[in-house]
C-alpha cells in the first residue's frame, strides 16, 4: 500500500544517529500512575509547554514527562530518534496515556507506534507542519497527522497548513501563556501603600541594571517637568546596588524613600527604592506605567512582560527581549506595547504616557494579549483531561 510504503522508506533511508543521554546520565524511572508526555520541536514555544505541564501536575497530579526543552521541574529525557528501534524503547519505558506535541514537526514512526498502541495524540502551538526528516515520502504527512485527534494552531495560516495535509479537528487558538502571569501581592500592602500615595502619578521601573540607572534618572526628571507630583518605584536588578543607587539618586537632588530600610513614601518623595522580587506583583498594581530593565543593555529584558501585562501596567522596553521574544512579538503585534531604542528615548515615551488615556489604551491592550493565553492554557488542559477520560 502506499501509504505503508511511504512509512517504510522514510524508515530506510532517512535514519539518522539517535541522540544520547548527556555522559554519566542515565534514564529516569518512571512512576507509577498516569503519565502524560510533553514533546516540543519549538524552542520559541517550549516554555509554555513546560508551565502546561507544572500546572497539570499542581492541579491534577499527573506524572509529566518533557522532551524537547527545558523541565524546570518535570521529568525529562532526550527524545528518541524517529525511527522503530528506538521509539519502541522509549514507548518501553515511559508508557505513556497520551503526547501533547508543541510545534510543527511531525514525527512519522513515533506516531504510528502511538497509533498502534492505541495512545492518543494531540497538538498544542500547532505551526504549518513538516516532517521530522526531509524528503518526499508518499503521502506520509497525511497517514501521520491521522494519528493527532485535535490540535490548536497558532494562526490561521497554520490552521490551513493543517486542515489541507489531512488534520480533522483544528482550532485557531494562539499561543498559551508561558507562566503564572498575574503574580501575587499582599492586598493590605496595596491599600496601605494607595492611601499613602494617593492621586500621585507613578511608574514603576523593575529590575533596573547598573548600566541603566543614569537613563531611568534622566528619564524621571524630565518627566517630573511635566508631572512634577510623579513617583518614581524602583527595582534595581542587583539588590546590593541598593545603596550605592540611593546615594545616586540624593546626588541627583532625588528626594528618596527606601523600602528596605522601613521607609514609606511621603508627599515629598521622588523616588521609592524597593527590592524585594516577591513584591513585584504589588508594584505593576500601583504602577499604570512599568519600565522593564534590562531591555536596553547587552543582558536583554529580565522580566517577563506578560506580568505587567497581566496586572493592567502599561509596558515600555527597549530593543533586547532577553529570552522573551516571543512575549515581546505578541505584545508588539497587537500594539500593546511601547518600544524605544535608547534612554533619550525612554524619557519621550514616558511623558507621553502620563496622559492617562493613551496608559489606558496600552495597558487595556497588554491584558487582553496575555489573558489569551491563559484562555489558551485553560483550554488546553480541559482538552487534556478529556482525553484522559477525567472530569472537566
Not at 312 to 328: D, E, Q
Amino acid at each position: 500500500m502506499p501509504r505503508s510504503l511511504g512509512l517504510s522508506l522514510y524508515n530506510l533511508f532517512g535514519a539518522r544517529p539517535a541522540p544520547m543521554l548527556p555522559p554519566g546520565a542515565e534514564q529516569p524511572v518512571r512512576p507509577p500512575g498516569r503519565l502524560i508526555w510533553l514533546h516540543s520541536s519549538d524552542g520559541e514555544t517550549a516554555g509554555t509547554l513546560a508551565e502546561l505541564g507544572r500546572r497539570l501536575v499542581r492541579d491534577d497530579g499527573h506524572n509529566v514527562l518533557m522532551t524537547g526543552g527545558e523541565a524546570g521541574g518535570l521529568l525529562h529525557d532526550v527524545a528518541p530518534e524517529d525511527a522503530p528501534a528506538p521509539i519502541k524503547a522509549f514507548l518501553d519505558h515511559w508508557r505513556p496515556d497520551t503526547l501533547i506535541l508543541s510545534g510543527g514537526e511531525v514525527r512519522a514512526t513515533l506516531l504510528a507506534e502511538l497509533g498502534a498502541r492505541g495512545v492518543p495524540v494531540a497538538m498544542v502551538n500547532g505551526r504549518v507542519p513538516q516532517l521530522a526528516r526531509g524528503g518526499w515520502w508518499p503521502g506520509l504527512l497525511r497517514q501521520s497527522l491521522g494519528h493527532v485527534s485535535q490540535a490548536f494552531a497558532l494562526d490561521e495560516t497554520a490552521a490551513r497548513a493543517l486542515r489541507k495535509a489531512g488534520l480533522e479537528g483544528v482550532q485557531v487558538a494562539g499561543r498559551m501563556e508561558e507562566a503564572s502571569a498575574a503574580i501575587p501581592a499582599v492586598e493590605a500592602d496595596r491599600q496601605a501603600l494607595a492611601e499613602a500615595i494617593g492621586t500621585r502619578p507613578m511608574w514603576f521601573a523593575a529590575a533596573v541594571p547598573e548600566a541603566e540607572e543614569g537613563a531611568v534618572i534622566e528619564a524621571h526628571r524630565a518627566a517630573q517637568r511635566l508631572a512634577h507630583r510623579l513617583l518614581l518605584i524602583l527595582a534595581p536588578a542587583d539588590l546590593e546596588r541598593a545603596g550605592a543607587l540611593k546615594g545616586r539618586l540624593a546626588e541627583a537632588g532625588l528626594d528618596v524613600a527606601c523600602r528596605m530600610s522601613g521607609e514609606e513614601p511621603d508627599s515629598e518623595t521622588e523616588v521609592y527604592l524597593v527590592g524585594d522580587p516577591g513584591e513585584y506583583g504589588l508594584w505593576y498594581r500601583l504602577a499604570p506605567i512599568s519600565w522593564l530593565g534590562g531591555s536596553l543593555s547587552a543582558q536583554g529584558c529580565l522580566r517577563n512582560p506578560m506580568e505587567a501585562a497581566a496586572l493592567g501596567s502599561a509596558i515600555i522596553h527597549g530593543p533586547r527581549p532577553g529570552g522573551y521574544g516571543a512575549a515581546f512579538g505578541r505584545l508588539g503585534a497587537a500594539l500593546a506595547a511601547r518600544s524605544v531604542a535608547s534612554g533619550a528615548d525612554l524619557a519621550e515615551a514616558l511623558g507621553d504616557l502620563l496622559s492617562p488615556d493613551r496608559t489606558a489604551r496600552l495597558a487595556q491592550s497588554a491584558w487582553a494579549v496575555a489573558s489569551d493565553g491563559a484562555e489558551t492554557t485553560e483550554r488546553a488542559v480541559q482538552m487534556i483531561r478529556g482525553m484522559l477520560g477525567e472530569d472537566q
